[in-house]
């Protein structure tokens, strides 16, 4: 024997609260907000009630946008230059961002892109203008010399004597700073006895050994250091700079020239490296002035 229950839905009135027909689920969601909004109803005439649906709180509403930015949003033409007549504004077609170049990073350099076809005398400046202001990370050949530098000597005293520099031509403001640099790189070893003759346990030592140091002895070799140092001076392409050494080092002079050689070579040409000699070539005592080529450097 069957028996039959019929579910009876009362129509309530408006100012009562439907029941809820959402199952009440753990609380391990977001918050949600809750939004009323109006049913319609067709068919037989029926009192308004009302239907409640959620809204995702602001931490779904985040995830939602990160899911939506994996896709572009493309309402251009298809390939062949004909828009489909059948896809409507609200139908939009998905593509993948990996699917095309991306030039969010660069908006600068897609700015450049879409005016080429407008207008390619525009674009054209436009690069050259991106070009100008990003050389220096652009890559480049080298800028020094491929003939090798000079290296004389004349008089040359450890304890009191000048380094005399001519280059090709009047050094830039980022030659005269890498010159700086290398210079003080150079007086800070030897002012620190980096460049000690006496103690070369590991270059002279040999080659099909392991290599050992011996601590002790390498402790009692007698110290050398680099005492004083000037300014470096420069009159258009020539420039000097003072040194006291202090200890006959050769050493201390070779560092210097394998330096001063890879800068030749690589960035700013150095015609010759004069070292000692009270004069050299054009170098006037009593030119001062800065505008007729005349600068001090500290190092």
Not at 42 to 53: D, F, L, N
Request: with cysteine; charged share 30%.
């Amino acid at each position: 024997m069957l028996a039959f229950h019929y579910r009876i839905q009362l129509l309530q009135r408006p100012n009562e609260t439907a029941p809820s027909e959402f199952p009440i689920l753990p609380n391990s969601y977001s918050p949600v907000q809750a939004v009323a909004v109006p049913a319609q109803h067709y068919g037989a005439r029926t009192r308004s009630s009302s239907i409640y649906v959620t809204r995702p709180g602001r931490a779904q509403e985040q995830k939602i946008r990160v899911e939506e930015d994996r896709f572009d949003y493309d309402d251009d033409d298809d390939d062949d230059g004909v828009a489909d007549e059948d896809e409507s504004p609200a139908h939009r077609r998905f593509r993948r961002r990996g699917e095309e170049k991306d030039y969010d990073k660069d908006p600068e350099f897609a700015e450049i892109l879409g005016s080429c076809l407008d207008d390619p005398q525009k674009a054209r400046s436009k690069m050259e203008e991106r070009v100008r202001k990003k050389r220096n990370k652009i890559l480049h050949t080298k800028t020094g010399s491929a003939k090798p530098m000079k290296v004389t000597f004349n008089k040359f005293e450890f304890s009191n004597s000048y380094i005399w520099f001519e280059f090709y031509n009047a050094p830039l403001e980022k030659d005269i700073s890498l010159i700086c640099d290398a210079i003080r790189a150079w007086h800070i070893i030897g002012r620190l006895g980096g460049c000690n003759s006496m103690n070369m346990q590991l270059s002279q030592s040999p080659r099909d050994k392991r290599p050992s140091y011996d601590a002790i002895q390498g402790a009692n070799v007698t110290p050398t250091t680099f005492y004083n140092i000037g300014d470096l001076e420069i009159q258009d392409n020539l420039a000097r700079i003072w040194v006291d050494i202090g200890t006959s080092e050769p050493l201390i002079l070779d560092v210097l020239i394998n330096a001063l050689t890879q800068i030749s070579s690589d960035h700013v040409g150095i015609k010759q490296l004069m070292f000692g000699g009270s004069a050299f070539d054009n170098w006037k005592e009593n030119l001062k002035s800065e505008e007729a080529g005349f600068s001090i450097h500290k190092v």
